[in-house]
């Protein structure tokens, strides 16, 4: 399976990566008309900085899956078809369990629909991320696992919740 | 091999999952005393307020059972163990053979036992039947209702009736709505919030009978003072189905006792859910959190080893997230400071502002630097970070600790340096 692999040290915090998923997610996929949906599209991938850091955050498709155990629509399911965990946008009902137990912060609420989304490793578009297509620096790269347990980082959350 | 699940709910749901993941082959039989394949309990207030349909509340498509191959019998209320025989019985007189069992029979609400507690409007809120009940009701034309009871339930059930569009008041016994979930001050800004929303309290009140002849007619709570209803729910907690199981061999405390592969003390035999009782990791304790991810955690890892491996449970964890008219809360953990903890390393870092005409207020408790629980209302966004860090039991350095004042990922990203 293909991970999102982050290099937070090339990343510049220019927040492209935002804004493509943001894009990517919206009716037209346009940023043009994007602007003018009337539900706004929502990002699902989060530029924070601390103290020097950047790292653009998305779901890390977990594999104790916290989110998954949370659930208590079964909207947030592993997605037979690719393993990947994905969120069942008819049966969520914005119960915010899930929002709860993730530990990386990455589950978005949706005010207007009162439901949550998250990275869906972008599903509309083939299952090729826009984030990683957008990122001028390639901090964000879409590769095989055995290359990421190899270059990726261990952090503080990765090693206490034994992810990946 | 023949596994036997008892109860389909989130723990038996889950139990069945990870065993298929390992397992293709064996033979799975799911016995369950109601009548409806999986769905979730959680929901049926959602189903009463209106918001889903019923056909929204089953947790997996139809052709779950068939892809899964399991044998589900509906309507097999499990009376019997012979653990000798490695037999179980049902009321009706059936039996089954297994070769590992998992009882994951949850937990039942505690009735009232008051004068009138029999009159066909009185209902305890469990099972999607009696959400069914409850729904005849209100489409009959009920219009004023009366919940007795302040916990979770109590309030999810007072909320979707308040949405449907019912005149409804709360009884609550202690000083505090939601006292096992929430510290009082997170408790008078939710109850606030739910009473300009419409909903009325009366704390510190006793349902003493409920008065009728053949229907409802209103709630007594002081000799001379009477509340019309016509219609009551009682929410006053849950008591899991171990008691169900004396005379059986079982070692039962509070719940069914298990070992850290969640296996009771009869071999072959494991336990999940809210019929369990578990170490709670940061209370320090064994008691039941009966909530949905400790039971489907719980599930899962008794179906892994029910398979044959060696999981260990860490253990269980105090957490929940209320969502009303806009207004979300969220605590896990510790919540509270007790009074004789306060003079040891215990401390706190409570917060409370306002946001465009919302409060916002959270509510960290420490004992030293390690972070042993939170409640957080309005802005719930960094909840998951937080709870990961208590689940973590780690000394956070001062600048961590300063973090987790910021927003979501700040945290998130401040910790993996
Ligand atoms: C209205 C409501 C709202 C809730 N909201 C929340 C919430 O917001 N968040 C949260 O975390 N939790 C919530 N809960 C609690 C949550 O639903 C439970 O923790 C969870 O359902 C426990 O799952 P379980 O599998 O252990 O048992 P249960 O869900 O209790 O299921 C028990 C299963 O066992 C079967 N069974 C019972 N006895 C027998 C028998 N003798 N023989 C055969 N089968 C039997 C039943 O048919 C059922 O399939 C709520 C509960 C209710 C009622
Ligand atoms: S818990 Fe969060 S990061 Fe992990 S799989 Fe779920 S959404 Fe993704
Ligand atoms: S908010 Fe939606 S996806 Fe998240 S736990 Fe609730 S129902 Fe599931």
């Known amino acids: ?164 | 091999m023949s596994y036997i699940i008892v109860g389909n709910s989130a723990a038996g749901l889950f139990a069945i999952e990870e065993i298929r993941r390992h397992d293709t082959k064996s033979e799975i039989i799911v016995l369950t005393a109601e009548q409806e394949p999986s769905y979730s309990r959680c929901l049926i207030t959602y189903f009463l307020a209106g918001e889903i349909p019923a056909s929204q509340l089953y947790l997996r498509d139809v052709d779950f059972a068939a892809r899964l191959n399991l044998t589900v019998v509906y309507g097999a209320e499990v009376t019997e163990i012979d653990s000798a025989h490695q037999i179980v019985r049902s009321a009706d007189g059936r039996e089954w053979h297994y070769s590992k069992l998992l009882l994951a029979m949850g937990a039942l609400a505690n009735k009232l036992s008051i004068l009138g507690d029999d009159l066909p409007e009185v209902f305890t809120l469990r099972t999607m039947r009696d959400a069914l009940a409850i729904n005849n009701i209100l489409e009959q034309g009920a219009r004023k209702a009366i919940v007795i009871g302040g916990g979770l339930v109590s309030l999810k059930s007072a909320y979707a009736l308040r949405k449907r569009g019912l005149e409804v008041t709360v009884l609550v016994s202690s000083g505090q709505i939601l006292s096992q979930m929430l510290d009082a001050k997170a408790a008078d800004i939710i109850q606030e919030h739910l009473r300009a929303n419409g909903l009325r309290f009366l704390l510190e009140t006793e349902a003493q009978a409920i008065t009728g002849q053949n229907h409802v007619q209103g709630v007594l709570i002081a000799p001379e003072t009477e509340l019309d209803a016509d219609l009551v729910i009682v929410g006053k907690g849950v008591r899991p189905n171990s008691e169900k199981l004396r005379g059986f061999g079982f070692n039962i405390g509070l719940g069914l006792q298990v070992d850290s592969y969640l296996e009771t003390n009869i071999s072959n035999i494991y336990a999940a859910g809210d019929i369990t009782e578990t170490w709670d990791f940061v209370r320090q304790k064994f008691t039941v959190n009966a909530t949905w991810p400790n039971a489907t955690t719980q599930g899962r890892i008794a179906g892994a080893n029910m398979y044959g491996r060696q999981e260990v449970y860490l253990g269980s964890l105090g957490l929940n997230s209320v969502d009303f008219f806009g207004l979300s809360a969220m605590s896990a953990g510790i919540t509270k400071l007790l009074k004789k903890e306060a003079h040891e390393d215990w401390s706190q870092t409570e917060n409370l502002k306002m946001l465009g005409g919302l409060p916002i207020y959270r509510n960290l408790i420490w004992q030293g630097d390690v972070l042993k629980g939170f409640v957080l209302v309005g802005d719930t966004s960094q909840c998951g970070v937080l709870t990961a860090l208590v689940k973590a039991g780690q000394p956070l350095t001062q600048t961590q600790k300063n973090l987790t004042k910021g927003k979501r990922g700040t945290l998130a990203v401040g910790m993996m340096k």
Do not use: W
Not at chain 1, 72 to 77: E, L, P, V
Not at chain 1, 80 to 106: N, S, W, Y
Not at chain 1, 135 to 141: D, R, S, V, Y
């Open chain 1, 1 to 164: 399976m293909r991970q999102i692999l982050v290099r937070s040290e090339y990343c510049l915090g220019c927040k492209s990566c935002e804004l493509a998923c943001a894009v990517a997610h919206s009716t037209s996929k346009t940023l043009f008309e994007a602007i003018n949906e009337p539900m706004p599209p929502q990002k699902r991938v989060f530029v924070e900085s601390s103290g020097g850091l950047n790292f653009p955050l998305q779901c890390r498709q977990c594999l104790d899956s916290p989110c998954v155990h949370a659930c208590m629509s079964g909207a947030m399911q592993f997605d037979r078809a690719t393993g990947l965990i994905q969120v069942d946008e008819h049966k969520c009902v914005g119960c915010l369990m899930c929002v709860m137990v993730c530990p990386f912060g990455v589950i978005a609420e949706l005010p207007d629909t009162h439901r949550v989304a998250k990275c869906d490793r972008c599903q509309d578009l083939d299952y090729d991320p826009a984030c990683v297509a957008a990122c001028p620096t390639k901090a964000l790269e879409f590769v095989e696992v055995r290359e990421f347990a190899h270059s990726g980082r261990q952090t503080f959350l990765d090693q206490m919740k034994g992810v990946n």
